[in-house]
T-cell receptor
Framework: DSGVTQTPKHLITATGQRVTLRCSPR?????VYWYQQSLDQGLQFLIQ???????AKGNILERFSAQQFPDLHSELNLSSLELGDSALYFC?????????????FGPGTRLTVT | AQSVTQLGSHVSVSEGALVLLRCNYS??????LFWYVQYPNQGLQLLLK??????LVKGINGFEAEFKKSETSFHLTKPSAHMSDAAEYFC??????????FGTGTSLTVIP
């Protein structure tokens, strides 16, 4: 158990809908990262937050957005869903920015868009 | 831009044989390097990391990796494969700590 929790574990929804994925980092970790894992794209970095502020953006679509709240949990919002958005979404956390950048991954949320 | 290349999307070894999973990175400056393992239906777990200290890094479960700057490589090895090592392995690189780049993964099969 990494200490990172993600809810829900599974999500099935229809095209065009909007969903919210939630992540709680390890106790004491200030950085949260979101990743998308699909068979054809592999593991893609989406976005990073540090202590409530966006720090880095990767291959995140405009239909996707995220935020980190004062209690440090984070949410990834996916809207206007398409079939191609079906994937595993992982959250990871790390202590901060000036450490050795070790990330701890949550168990993931499996999103299926039908 | 940084990138990571994992040669061999599938590797099969016999139980007890040497495991060698290859990772090459492209970066003008030596980055931080990581190996992660992913078991079915689970998240990624850190095996080991290189952060510019010793070039030979020992990780969990008997794995180790050697950073070779001249070859821009960070190959993962284990002297003797166990059935429980069957999983997906990912090499990752970062230079800033903000953005991580992952390889496409290598699926390891251990044959009894």
């Amino acid at each position: 158990d990494s200490g990172v929790t993600q809810t829900p574990k599974h999500l099935i929804t229809a095209t065009g809908q909007r969903v919210t994925l939630r992540c709680s980092p390890r106790s004491g970790d200030l950085s949260v990262y979101w990743y998308q894992q699909s068979l054809d794209q592999g593991l893609q970095f989406l976005i990073q937050y540090y202590n409530g502020e966006e720090r880095a953006k990767g291959n995140i679509l405009e239909r996707f957005s995220a935020q980190q709240f004062p209690d440090l949990h984070s949410e990834l919002n996916l809207s206007s869903l398409e079939l191609g958005d079906s994937a595993l979404y992982f959250c990871a956390s790390s202590v901060g920015l000036a450490d050795e950048y070790e990330q701890y991954f949550g168990p993931g949320t499996r999103l299926t868009v039908t | 831009a940084q990138s990571v290349t994992q040669l061999g999307s599938h590797v099969s070894v016999s139980e007890g044989a040497l495991v060698l999973l290859r990772c090459n990175y492209s970066s003008s400056v030596p980055p931080y390097l990581f190996w992660y393992v992913q078991y079915p239906n689970q998240g990624l777990q850190l095996l080991l990391k290189y952060t510019s200290a010793a070039t030979l890094v020992k990780g969990i479960n008997g794995f180790e990796a050697e950073f070779k700057k001249s070859e821009t490589s960070f190959h993962l090895t284990k002297p003797s494969a166990h059935m429980s090592d069957a999983a997906e392995y990912f090499c990752a690189v970062t230079h800033t700590g903000n953005q991580f780049y992952f390889g496409t993964g290598t699926s390891l099969t251990v044959i009894p």
